[in-house]
């Protein structure tokens, strides 16, 4: 069984940072792409940024130049470093991992449960 399990969010200032952190576990084989993605009151889920397991970066314009993605060393812990944090910002950030549990497994999505940002003065 995989966990994908999120931690980081709160409540920030505009202007400030935060850093979002993403951990996954359990029975895998190997992870193919890790992603974040959030969703404000009254929209859908969007892209913010993924990472692919050959290094491959894409970010959402919004956040381009304010937001870096990262992983760790043994590649199964994903980051988002948050800076310059607007209002627009808050929202619920869900992190994607697209992994396989085994060499002759399909990929599949799993997605952590959410994690609170709410930028406010």
């Known amino acids: 069984q995989v966990q994908v399990v999120e931690s980081g969010g709160g409540l920030v200032q505009p202007g400030g940072s935060l850093r979002l952190s993403c951990a996954a576990s359990?029975?895998?084989?190997?992870?193919?792409?890790m992603g974040w993605y959030r969703q404000a009151p009254g929209k859908q889920r969007e892209l913010v940024a993924t990472i692919a397991s050959g290094g491959g970066i894409n970010y959402a314009d919004s956040v381009k130049g304010r937001f870096t993605i990262s992983r760790d060393n043994a590649k199964t812990t994903v980051y988002l470093q948050m800076n310059s944090l607007k209002p627009e910002d808050t929202a619920v950030y869900y992190c994607?991992?697209?992994?396989?549990?085994?060499?002759?497994?399909?990929?599949?999505?799993?997605w952590g449960q959410g994690t609170q940002v709410t930028v406010s003065s």
């Open positions: 359990g029975s895998i084989f190997s992870i193919n792409a």
């Open positions: 994607k991992m697209t992994l396989r549990v085994a060499a002759w497994a399909l990929l599949r999505e799993y």
